[in-house]
């Protein structure tokens, strides 16, 4: 079967920043400036710097552990949350207390008129990368000594932070790289801000992990390709795939060796997939759509899936792909699939929901908690047996890639039998002893439930030592598109012990 390019909504020809606000002026000097915050500015606390990280909203305090042993403790702001598909300011969300969000009302205050449209508004859809450009404003906007972006399962957390101190126990003995390098570049008798510490830890960092950034064409020359990235798109809507590949390929070749580190890398591959595909390259097709899921600002994971599967060579593999599409975003889904796509998930998601009656609230806790646990013990048997035909012991291999495709064809599956939509398509690491085992299970309470809803906690036996742990399940009657079919759900379990919540499932 052939698919037209033309049936694909394509993205813009170059993603610029804020891109499609009326108020902005890519000519404008402003925008220069924001372009140039896209990592958060001369206060960004860098997130390959931080080891752990918490906010207790009751305090007010942020802690962190960073990768060379030191902490820093400082008091939080929120400016705003992003959940991958829109930015929410912080002080119209009733998860933050209102307390916190005083830097969101500042930033809302002080921002230049061409942002007008985005103070004003108290959900706005722009990317991630514009989020943490207005960050990077904060940085100026809003007293504080650092400014912080970070993610918090699927949502990506805004912070200020401000009274931040840094301590090293580990120098207090020996004088540490970092501390002679203080030494080295700031006099004894000035001491170094909170902001300055982080940064020179930055710049360490990046000069001894990130010389690859060298490499990384500047902004001019990225702007430069935008001619290039017009004429393969104008190509493509036109389902000239030759000229469509011609055109990428000669922007693939400014790009230099490390494209997927710099826009717009997502586009350029994305596109090269489709054009592929339109000519029969079903491996090349593969290949670049690979790239464009990696890059810095990927195409939707969605539209990137639905390629996946028309590349597919087996229809088991182009199932797979089918229903993670789906089951990232069942809405998107339906929008970008055609009618036999939608048809075969349709199908697929039939029998899924036949393995089952729709069971009770309490009952379903159980059966989920045992589907959960063979899935854990199967998928770490996988791994296992693939590491056996490694040529060295530290270098995957295809066994490994063969192993992590059949974990995550067992993880979708397991999620569209049992878990609302919108879910992460491929799981977490395993262990060989799954935490929450059937037979750990010292008793189930249930908390309430509604025509919608219904919440239980799981105590179970700890893992690792004596004592138990909490965990709160939340259900949700869920509506399954294409199957007029209404069945019980989980939308959440939640660790609930050692002083702190996060999310399992």
Same mark, same amino acid.
């Given at each position: 079967?052939?698919?037209?390019?033309?049936?694909?909504?394509?993205?813009? *020809?170059?993603?610029?920043?804020?891109?499609?606000?009326?108020?902005?002026?890519?000519?404008?000097?402003?925008?220069?400036?924001?372009?140039?915050?896209?990592?958060?500015?001369?206060?960004?606390?860098?997130?390959?710097?931080?080891?752990?990280?918490?906010?207790?909203?009751?305090?007010?305090?942020?802690?962190?552990?960073?990768?060379?042993?030191?902490?820093?403790?400082?008091?939080?702001?929120?400016?705003?949350?992003?959940?991958?598909?829109?930015?929410?300011?912080?002080?119209?969300?009733?998860?933050?207390?209102?307390?916190?969000?005083?830097?969101?009302?500042?930033?809302?205050?002080?921002?230049?008129?061409?942002?007008?449209?985005?103070?004003?508004?108290?959900?706005?859809?722009?990317?991630?990368?514009?989020?943490?450009?207005?960050?990077?404003?904060?940085?100026?906007?809003?007293?504080?000594?650092?400014?912080?972006?970070?993610?918090?399962?699927?949502?990506?957390?805004?912070?200020?932070?401000?009274? !931040?101190?840094?301590?090293?126990?580990?120098?207090?003995?020996?004088?540490?790289?970092?501390?002679?390098?203080?030494?080295?570049?700031?006099?004894?008798?000035?001491?170094?801000?909170?902001?300055?510490?982080?940064?020179?830890?930055?710049?360490?960092?990046?000069?001894?992990?990130?010389?690859?950034?060298?490499?990384?064409?500047?902004?001019?020359?990225?702007?430069?390709?935008?001619?290039?990235?017009?004429?393969?798109?104008? *190509?493509?809507?036109?389902?000239?795939?030759?000229?469509?590949?011609?055109?990428?390929?000669?922007?693939?070749?400014?790009?230099?060796?490390?494209?997927?580190?710099?826009?717009?890398?997502?586009?350029?591959?994305?596109?090269?997939?489709?054009?592929?595909?339109?000519?029969?390259?079903?491996?090349?097709?593969?290949?670049?759509?690979?790239?464009?899921?990696?890059?810095?600002?990927?195409?939707?994971?969605?539209?990137?899936?639905?390629?996946?599967?028309?590349?597919?060579?087996?229809?088991?593999?182009?199932?797979?792909?089918?229903?993670?599409?789906?089951?990232?975003?069942?809405?998107?889904?339906?929008?970008?699939?055609?009618?036999?796509?939608?048809?075969?998930?349709?199908? *697929?998601?039939?029998?899924?929901?036949?393995?089952?009656?729709?069971?009770?609230?309490?009952?379903?806790?159980?059966?989920?908690?045992?589907?959960?646990?063979?899935?854990?013990?199967?998928?770490?048997?996988?791994?296992?047996?693939?590491?056996?035909?490694?040529?060295?012991?530290? !270098?995957?291999?295809?066994?490994?890639?063969?192993?992590?495709?059949?974990?995550?064809?067992?993880?979708?599956?397991?999620?569209?039998?049992?878990?609302?939509?919108?879910?992460?398509?491929?799981?977490?690491?395993?262990?060989?002893?799954?935490?929450?085992?059937?037979?750990?299970?010292?008793?189930?309470?249930?908390?309430?439930?509604?025509?919608?809803?219904?919440?239980?906690?799981?105590?179970?036996?700890?893992?690792?030592?004596?004592?138990?742990?909490? !965990?709160?399940?939340?259900?949700?009657?869920?509506?399954?598109?294409?199957?007029?079919?209404?069945?019980?759900?989980?939308?959440?379990?939640?660790?609930?012990?050692?002083?702190?919540?996060?999310?399992?499932?």
């Amino acid at each position: 079967m052939s698919y037209p390019l033309s049936e694909w909504t394509l993205p813009p *020809a170059w993603r610029a920043v804020f891109y499609g606000l009326e108020s902005l002026d890519r000519l404008d000097p402003i925008y220069v400036k924001l372009c140039a915050l896209t990592e958060g500015g001369h206060k960004a606390l860098a997130n390959d710097l931080v080891e752990s990280w918490h906010v207790d909203q009751d305090s007010g305090k942020f802690s962190a552990t960073l990768t060379n042993n030191a902490s820093i403790e400082a008091q939080a702001g929120f400016i705003g949350t992003h959940d991958g598909q829109s930015f929410q300011w912080a002080d119209v969300n009733d998860s933050i207390l209102a307390a916190l969000a005083q830097s969101a009302k500042t930033l809302r205050a002080k921002l230049p008129s061409q942002l007008t449209e985005i103070a004003t508004e108290d959900v706005v859809a722009i990317s991630i990368r514009d989020a943490t450009i207005l960050l990077g404003l904060a940085a100026d906007l809003v007293e504080c000594d650092l400014v912080y972006a970070t993610r918090s399962g699927g949502t990506v957390m805004l912070l200020v932070l401000s009274n !931040v101190e840094l301590s090293d126990e580990s120098s207090k003995s020996k004088p540490s790289f970092l501390q002679r390098l203080f030494e080295r570049t700031r006099p004894q008798q000035h001491p170094l801000s909170p902001a300055e510490q982080i940064g020179a830890l930055r710049r360490t960092v990046e000069m001894a992990l990130n010389q690859w950034q060298r490499n990384l064409l500047p902004f001019d020359r990225l702007r430069a390709l935008e001619p290039l990235v017009a004429k393969a798109q104008d *190509a493509l809507l036109s389902d000239d795939a030759a000229a469509a590949l011609a055109r990428i390929d000669a922007v693939k070749a400014e790009l230099g060796p490390f494209p997927q580190d710099q826009e717009p890398t997502g586009w350029v591959y994305f596109a090269e997939g489709i054009a592929a595909l339109a000519g029969g390259d079903f491996a090349r097709a593969k290949t670049a759509l690979d790239v464009a899921g990696r890059a810095i600002v990927p195409v939707s994971r969605v539209l990137i899936l639905l390629a996946m599967a028309r590349a597919a060579i087996s229809s088991d593999d182009r199932d797979h792909f089918l229903k993670a599409a789906y089951l990232r975003s069942p809405d998107a889904f339906a929008k970008n699939a055609n009618q036999d796509e939608q048809t075969r998930v349709s199908s *697929a998601l039939s029998e899924l929901a036949n393995q089952r009656s729709d069971l009770a609230p309490a009952d379903m806790v159980q059966v989920m908690i045992q589907a959960l646990y063979d899935f854990e013990v199967e998928a770490f048997a996988r791994t296992q047996e693939a590491q056996q035909f490694r040529q060295q012991r530290h !270098v995957l291999c295809e066994a490994d890639d063969a192993a992590k495709l059949l974990n995550s064809k067992a993880w979708v599956d397991l999620l569209l039998t049992w878990a609302t939509p919108e879910r992460a398509a491929h799981p977490a690491s395993l262990s060989s002893d799954p935490e929450f085992a059937p037979d750990r299970i010292i008793g189930i309470e249930f908390l309430g439930a509604d025509s919608a809803s219904a919440t239980f906690d799981m105590i179970t036996k700890n893992l690792f030592g004596e004592g138990s742990s909490t !965990v709160r399940i939340s259900l949700k009657r869920t509506a399954i598109p294409f199957l007029e079919h209404v069945s019980w759900r989980v939308a959440r379990m939640e660790h609930r012990d050692e002083g702190y919540r996060y999310d399992l499932f």
